[in-house]
């Protein structure tokens, strides 16, 4: 079982970048689908962008396409959510995710995720 863990959230003004790292250990990230979730508070979790093991298939959220990236490094066992031109609106508590391969991939983020990192706080304030 992959466990995940986050880094890289903090405070941003608007316009600027943060880059999300997500570092798994106990498994090895090629074999797992992976994703970028958010919540601000008082919303629904939304699906940020998600990427298919293989075939390079990728969902980003209308909200934050042009402006974000998700990537990964399977040498080091992290994926990435490089993020620009921050809004306020993207100010929330970002996690990282990551399903098996084995496991059918749907867009939008649509598939199951069973593990999750604990999450990493962005904020975005003049």
């Known amino acids: 079982q992959v466990q995940l863990v986050e880094s890289g959230g903090g405070l941003v003004q608007p316009g600027g970048s943060l880059r999300l790292s997500c570092t798994a250990s106990?498994?090895?990230?090629?074999?797992?689908?992976i994703g970028w979730f958010r919540r601000a508070p008082g919303q629904e979790r939304e699906g940020v962008s998600c990427?298919?093991?293989?075939?390079?298939?990728?969902y980003y959220a209308d909200s934050v396409k042009g402006r974000f990236t998700i990537s990964r490094d399977n040498a080091k066992d992290t994926f990435y959510l490089h993020m620009n031109n921050l809004k306020p609106e993207d100010a929330a508590e970002y996690y990282c995710?990551?399903?098996?391969?084995?496991?059918?991939?749907?867009?939008?983020?649509?598939?199951?995720?069973?593990?999750w990192g604990r999450g990493t706080q962005v904020t975005v304030s003049s």
């Open positions: 995710a990551a399903a098996p391969k084995t496991r059918t991939y749907r867009t939008r983020c649509g598939l199951t995720f069973d593990t």
């Open positions: 106990g498994s090895i990230l090629d074999y797992y689908h």
């Open positions: 990427s298919s093991a293989t075939f390079g298939i990728v």
